[in-house]
T-cell receptor, first 112, second 117 residues
């Protein structure tokens, strides 16, 4: 069964450092997403990406965040200067046309 | 604006007894609704989805949910709980902003299901 894969599973970084979270969506999917879940809180939408550009972004997705699809397979989320409050589980998801979202297992980001 | 409310943060049942996880939604138009499950240290897995077809939706592992527009509810049920059902369950609504995509999702806070032997 096709799946979305995320690496690393856990990332620890110092405050102020840049981090890149990586995702490999399902190969024939067209829409790509990042969500995050702060411990004990809801899963929140960050950004959607289609046709090599951001389709929509939430208020959380400020100038510190960026996404990229550098090649035909990877989809990355970069946080330029991490803050303590960026600590969360980050989920990547992808969909095709008229299909539900398939999620990766998540990357747990811990900012210290 | 769309929103989802899961009425219970934690539900505990005995193995073999029915499961009911409650969800109410708010939507300005006909929504797509989903239930996702998250087992410990695993990703989010789709259990079932409602997309304006049959109001009673059957999913994997014996779960089903009924879309009730008059009550704005989409409760998840299972006749008989199994130990392996212990997980966190999320009720989710799609904002439907993209015609072909169901990915812009709004999540409920989740309900943790515990199953006692």
């Amino acid at each position: 069964e096709p799946e979305v894969t995320q690496t690393p599973s856990h990332q620890v970084t110092q405050m102020g450092q840049e981090v890149i979270l990586r995702c490999v969506p399902i190969s024939n999917h067209l829409y790509f997403y990042w969500y995050r879940q702060i411990l004990g809180q809801k899963v929140e939408f960050l950004v959607s990406f289609y046709n090599n550009e951001i389709s929509e972004k939430s208020e959380i997705f400020d100038d510190q965040f960026s996404v990229e699809r550098p090649d035909g397979s990877n989809f990355t989320l970069k946080i330029r200067s991490t803050k303590l409050e960026d600590s969360a589980m980050y989920f990547c998801a992808s969909t095709g046309h008229h299909t539900e979202a398939f999620f990766g297992q998540g990357t747990r980001l811990t900012v210290v | 604006a769309q929103s989802v409310t899961q009425l219970d943060s934690h539900v505990s049942v005995s193995e073999g007894t029915p499961v009911l996880l409650r969800c109410n939604y708010s939507s300005s138009y006909s929504p797509s609704l989903f239930w996702y499950v998250q087992h410990p240290n695993k990703g989010l897995q789709l259990l079932l989805k409602y997309t304006s077809a049959a109001t009673l939706v059957k999913g994997i592992n014996g779960f089903e949910a009924e879309f009730k527009k008059s009550e704005t509810s989409f409760h998840l049920t299972k006749p008989s709980a199994h130990m392996s059902d212990a997980a966190e369950y999320f009720c989710v609504v799609s904002d439907g902003k993209y015609g072909g995509s169901q990915g812009n999702l709004i999540f409920g806070k989740g309900t943790k299901l515990s199953v006692k032997p």
